[in-house]
């Protein structure tokens, strides 16, 4: 068995105020986390909502024709999804 080679970490620094990182190591603190996990977590955390929330796409001739002969074709019965769909969504619970 070979052993696992681990991928090489690359730091990251910033620079912020005292009261930026006094606020930082509580919230680390209160989450039971080291500076660097609760850090690392946030922006990972915010890097994928940053490109969640993208509002424009960009397609090739090609895969904007396939993307609007879907968007045209009727759906095919799903039980599963119109299950889904008539349930009450839990935030209005």
């Known amino acids: 068995m070979q052993p696992q080679l681990k991928e ?5 620094n910033i620079r912020i ?3 930026q990182r006094r606020l930082i190591e509580q919230a680390a603190i209160s989450t039971d986390k080291t500076i660097s ?6 922006a990972l ?4 909502n940053a490109l969640l929330d993208q509002t ?3 397609f090739t001739d090609a895969a904007w024709s396939e ?4 968007l045209d074709d ?4 799903n039980q ?3 299950d889904l769909m008539s349930r009450q969504p839990v935030w209005k619970k």
């Open 45 to 48: 955390c915010e890097a994928k």
């Open 17 to 19: 105020r005292s009261d």
């Open 37 to 42: 996990d609760f850090v690392r977590d946030a």
């Open 56 to 58: 424009s796409f960009r």
């Open 67 to 70: 993307f609007t002969t879907m």
């Open 80 to 82: 599963h999804l119109h």
């Open 74 to 77: 009727p759906p095919t019965e």
């Open 8 to 12: 090489k970490v690359a730091p990251l």
